[in-house]
């Protein structure tokens, strides 16, 4: 079965500065979602990434898709007291009909100190 | 525009009663999801609907985890009889369609269940 693997598995930086999340499956990505989490929410959807070097940006947020590494990055720049919380990536397990369940990682964690 | 609807937010119920979780997804969406998160297991897929229909339900637990989709708006997760080790959230969320494009999902603010 895929299994996703998110590094590291928590974060705390400095109100400002850049950090990347990883996302590495152990299997071929038939398409990565990134989303985020507060506690006691459910998880907000960020980027969907579908194709091997594709790249797409939401604000302040990047996301990188390398399928030959079958991986995936989170980039976040100047990092706000907004964006801390919890990010999952989610992998879907193939293309057909039945295959369009998403196994997640266990998800990382950030702070953002001030 | 409504998201996904899921009631109770809360549970609390005690071992051997029977819990019922509801989810409405977006209106047009013709997939359906159940998860359970927990911090043992993180998220984990329960059982998921295309146009009312199960089509996985590999991730259901036991016999006594039970889900229906009886209109394209409305679904249940049944739990009979409810054990501690249930006790997780449990999120529903929804999709356009099953094909690459459509397949995002979103997701509910789910369902704390507490069985005590």
């Known amino acids: 079965s895929q299994e996703l693997e998110q590094s590291p598995q928590s974060l705390i930086v400095q109100e400002g500065k850049n950090l990347t999340i990883n996302c590495t499956s152990s299997k071929t990505l038939y398409g990565l979602y990134w989303y985020k989490q507060k506690y006691g929410e459910g998880l907000i959807f960020l980027m969907m990434l579908q194709k091997g070097g594709e790249e797409k940006s939401h604000e302040k947020i990047t996301a990188k898709l390398d399928e030959k590494k079958q991986q995936s990055s989170l980039h976040i720049t100047a990092s706000q007291p907004s964006h801390a919380g919890i990010y999952l990536c989610?992998?879907?397990?193939?293309?057909?009909?039945?295959?369009?369940?998403?196994?997640f990682g266990q998800g990382t964690r950030l702070t953002i100190n001030p | 525009d409504a998201g996904v609807i899921q009631s109770p937010r809360h549970e609390v119920t005690e071992m051997g009663q029977e819990v019922t979780l509801r989810c409405k997804p977006i209106?047009?969406?013709?997939?359906l999801f159940w998860y359970r998160q927990t911090m043992m297991r993180g998220l984990e897929l329960l059982i998921y609907f295309n146009n009312n229909v199960p089509i996985d339900d590999s991730g259901m637990p036991e016999d006594r985890f039970s889900a229906k989709m009886p209109n394209a708006s409305f679904s249940t997760l049944k739990i009979q009889p409810s054990e501690p080790r249930d006790s997780a959230v449990y999120f529903c969320?929804?999709?356009?369609?099953?094909?690459?494009?459509?397949?995002?999902?979103?997701f509910g603010p789910g369902t704390r269940l507490t069985v005590l």
């Open positions: 969320a929804s999709s356009l369609g099953w094909r690459q494009g459509t397949d995002t999902q979103y």
């Open positions: 209106s047009g969406h013709n997939s």
């Open positions: 989610g992998a879907r397990v193939g293309i057909i009909q039945g295959a369009q369940k998403l196994v």
